[in-house]
Nanobody
Framework: QVHLVESGGGLVQAGGSLRLSCTAS????????MGWFRQAPGKEREFVSAISRSGRSTDYADSVKGRFTISRDNAKNTVTLQMNSLKPEDTAVYYCAAYRPYYTTAYSSASNRYDYWGQGTQVTVSS
């Protein structure tokens, strides 16, 4: 099992950037595919981005493609979400999540595939 802690959220103006980090502890980090999800007030949790165990495969929601970049450092047990050109509609609580796929290239955009979740970090983008 793995414990996840997010950091890096905050308040930023539209067009600005933030870098979210998720640090894992417990089980071997490289066994887990990682994902970022977000939930805005009054809305359901939605997929943002995912990365495979190896880091070679990534996926993004259409709404963030070209603006967000996911990466991981298995030596440091961290996954990072670089968010550029932020928009007010990116305002949400962002969650880091993990699950153990068999294949190193696997990743998922489905929240119900993920077994472990962080506590979330607030991102607020002002217009």
């Amino acid at each position: 099992q793995v414990h996840l802690v997010e950091s890096g959220g905050g308040l930023v103006q539209a067009g600005g950037s933030l870098r979210l980090s998720c640090t894992a502890s417990g089980d071997s980090f490289s066994r887990y595919a990682m994902g970022w999800f977000r939930q805005a007030p009054g809305k359901e949790r939605e997929f943002v981005s995912a990365i495979s165990r190896s880091g070679r495969s990534t996926d993004y929601a259409d709404s963030v493609k070209g603006r967000f970049t996911i990466s991981r450092d298995n030596a440091k047990n961290t996954v990072t979400l670089q968010m550029n050109s932020l928009k007010p509609e990116d305002t949400a609580v962002y969650y880091c999540a993990a699950y153990r796929p068999y294949y190193t290239t696997a990743y998922s955009s489905a929240s119900n595939r993920y077994d472990y979740w962080g506590q979330g970090t607030q991102v607020t983008v002002s217009s």
